[in-house]
């Protein structure tokens, strides 16, 4: 079964530091699609970042970026330079896509990041 | 305010009640999803619009759920018979391609 895995459920990282959120997916599925998500504690889900599974570069947006390992079905979220307005939880997610051309998405449990200053 | 919308933002009621959600997508947007999250979990899909069509429904979305958007703009989700095991925040979503999301602030509701 269509899976997504966030073994770390929470994490520190010194301001100014780049900290790694891992994601391991399992999927059978040739194409798909991978999100990182940040909620932080007013509750509102703030899309990241997106990796198609055909995409062979790494997606980057800002200081985010998403290290995709299709072999080894990772998806680890990168955050460079942290900032203490990145202390979030943050949630990996899988889209999978059907031959009908419909899809639907899983979200992993998810980290909790907490930034130090 | 051009994002999602969600009303109300919290609803309290009694077990057996009946509830109904209100989303209001980014007016382009031609895909809307429900999802329910419960406290330190991820968001579980619940099902989702193609303009009024509804494409996906999760196995979640018992009998008692049922999600509308009647002219492809706003969507409701009403929970009939409400049993406490319902009690999450109820979050909408809308996108104009499969790629990218655009969550609202959710809905929370407790059934005492």
């Known amino acids: 079964a269509q899976k997504i895995t966030q073994t770390q459920p929470g994490m520190f990282v010194q301001e100014k530091e780049a900290v790694t959120l891992d994601c391991t997916y399992d999927?059978?599925?040739?194409?798909?699609?991978l999100f990182w998500y940040k909620q932080p504690s007013s509750g509102e889900m703030i899309f990241l970042i997106y990796?198609?599974?055909?995409?062979?570069q790494n997606a980057t947006e800002g200081r985010y970026s998403l290290n995709f390992q299709k072999a080894r079905k990772s998806a680890n979220l990168v955050i460079s330079a942290s900032q203490l307005g990145d202390s979030a939880m943050y949630f990996c997610?899988?889209?999978?896509?059907?031959?009908?051309?419909?899809?639907?998405?899983?979200f992993g449990t998810g980290t909790r990041l907490k930034v130090l200053a | 305010d051009t994002g999602v919308s969600q009303n109300p933002r919290h609803k309290i009621t009694k077990r057996g009640q009946n509830v109904t959600f209100r989303c209001d997508p980014i007016?382009?947007?031609?895909?809307l999803y429900w999802y329910r999250q419960t406290l330190g979990q991820g968001p579980e899909f619940l099902t989702y619009?193609?303009?009024?069509?509804?494409?996906?429904k999760s196995r979640l979305l018992s009998d008692r759920f049922s999600a509308e958007r009647p002219k492809g703009s706003f969507s409701t989700l009403e929970i009939q018979r409400t049993e406490q095991g319902d009690s999450a925040m109820y979050l909408c979503?809308?996108?104009?391609?499969?790629?990218?999301?655009?969550f609202g602030p959710g809905t929370r509701l407790t059934v005492l």
């Open positions: 979503a809308s996108s104009f391609n499969p790629d990218t999301q655009y």
């Open positions: 619009f193609q303009n009024e069509a509804q494409l996906e």
């Open positions: 999927t059978s599925d040739q194409s798909y699609g």
């Open positions: 007016s382009e947007h031609n895909r």
């Open positions: 997610a899988m889209r999978e896509d059907y031959t009908s051309g419909t899809y639907k998405y899983i």
């Open positions: 990796q198609g599974s055909y995409d062979e």
